[in-house]
């Protein structure tokens, strides 16, 4: 009888709920802001367009078009002459919660936000902790990116690595549903519906895989709606037969040069690095052509990540005893190069974190990487940094580029970036889903929320 009697206050009270709701929606329209005579750079890689203005409904942009032309009816209006306008920007490459750590995850995406950074992939992590702060920041408790997140899939071999027992306490290693152990005898339909119950937008597909099992797992993730993101080379699976499994996006440019290599490395754990020797000594490497050609025909994204390898060789000269990534910075700028030249799309991914005295995201590393060690124009830097990572997150429709229709998802900057891709830095407010972080508001990342460098 009580609990027939509480039943019933629920219910009532929802509807009442309900109804306040609806008026509240029918009286307040939502708020439209008009951000006008800005030199919009719209993330497609077109030229920048001086004198636009956006208008933004609630969440959306409404209309992009020039100065004075938009119908703007009550409009709150932000007036932008003189600066410039991007969309915001997409790190391809993130890990928030490995091992889980709330306040120092929060740090780090309130540093993202206010450094212009609308939505991150989380490449793999405890999704527990990533789906509570991906809930936050979509509905505007803290500040930080829109989260993408990866579940894992690999090989049994992966599961023995200490990463792995950080992002899945509690559960046996491989068992997680979020990080699950795929053999010859896995229902893959199961795996992959488990997969997608936490919440993840695409499986990763890390290490220790035979090429079939990558195939069947792209098909079968791809029927039930996933994206498939993985390693471009997977150990003992080879760049190529990654790409012929479909894959959407491959990470690490890096690892596409082990194609080269006479035997593959047969798994993983194996960190020897590529044989650069093998690379054609100048120009485009042929066999990295071969790669490339078959992204292009499948639409594969490349996600970069090529700072991580730069930053690493840095670090090697002052710390010679730190073991070598699999790529020195300048081959993995090499093969970024070629991938551009080629028209494959390269989308920008850090795969590490600014340190804590940072008061710029490790992306801003990526964006100079692609410019200055790359080569690419700073038009093409940022079309990578915000529409290719949209589409690389499966959310090109609504985000990565100014336009109608689109979240109200842009960054205002004091100078020019396509002078000089450094000018991100000049970076006075961000806009998230319509919602404004100003620069000025940012309050920098500390050593007690983020722990000590020295320490790590
Ligand atoms: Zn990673």
């Known amino acids: 009888m009580v609990a027939r009697f509480r039943k019933f206050t629920l219910l009532a009270g929802l509807a009442a709920l309900a109804v306040t709701a609806g008026a509240k929606a029918a009286d307040a329209p939502p708020q439209r802001v008009l951000y006008s005579g800005a030199t919009v750079i719209d993330g497609t890689g077109a030229p920048a367009r001086a004198g636009q203005d956006i208008l933004v409904e609630g969440e959306r942009i409404v209309a992009v078009g020039p100065h004075g032309s938009l119908p703007t009816g009550q409009a709150r209006s932000v007036d932008l002459a003189g600066r410039w306008v991007i969309p915001g920007l997409i790190d391809t490459h993130v890990h928030m919660a490995t091992p889980p ?151 690490h440019a890096c690892y596409l040069a082990y194609q080269v290599e006479p035997v593959m490395l047969a798994s993983y754990e194996d960190h020897t690095p590529v044989n650069e020797s093998l690379l054609a000594k100048t120009g485009d490497d042929p066999v990295i052509a071969g790669l490339y050609k078959a992204m292009l025909a499948k639409g594969t994204i490349v996600d970069a990540t090529g700072s991580l390898f730069v930053r690493y060789d840095k670090l090697r000269k002052t710390h010679p005893e730190i073991r070598p990534l699999r790529c020195t910075g300048a081959t993995t700028a090499r093969l970024v190069r070629q991938a551009w030249k080629a028209g494959v799309p390269v989308s920008a991914g850090t795969d590490f974190e600014a340190d804590v005295a940072s008061p710029w995201p490790a992306l801003y590393d990526e964006l100079d990487f692609l410019a200055h060690d790359v080569g690419m124009p700073p038009l093409a830097v940022i079309h990578a940094a915000t529409l290719v990572g949209a589409e690389a997150a499966g959310q090109a429709k609504d985000t990565g580029s100014i336009a109608a229709g689109k979240l109200a998802n842009f960054v205002v900057l004091a100078a020019d970036p396509v002078k000089d891709i450094g000018n991100v830095r000049s970076i006075a407010m961000t806009v998230k889903r319509g919602k404004e972080f100003a620069r000025a508001d940012y309050r920098p990342v500390t050593v007690e929320e983020m722990g000590n460098d020295d320490e790590d």
Do not use: C
């Open 101 to 251: 750590n709330p306040k120092r995850a929060q740090a780090m995406l309130r540093r993202l936000l206010y450094g212009g950074v609308t939505t991150v992939r989380d490449m793999a992590d405890d999704l527990r902790s990533v789906s509570e702060l991906s809930r936050q920041t979509l509905v505007g408790e803290i500040p930080g990116p829109d989260i993408r997140a990866a579940a894992v899939t690999a090989g049994p071999p992966f599961f023995n690595d200490p990463r792995i027992g950080a992002v899945s306490m509690g559960y046996k290693a491989g068992t997680a549903p979020w990080a699950q152990a795929i053999d010859e005898n896995t229902d893959i339909p199961t795996a992959i519906t488990l997969a997608r119950g936490t919440g993840a937008a695409a499986i990763k597909i890390y290490a220790d895989l035979p090429a079939d099992l990558i195939a069947k797992l792209t098909a079968e993730a791809h029927r039930q709606g996933m994206l498939v993101w993985a390693h471009s080379a997977v150990f003992p699976t080879r760049p190529a037969d990654v790409i012929a499994a479909g894959v959407d996006v491959v990470s």
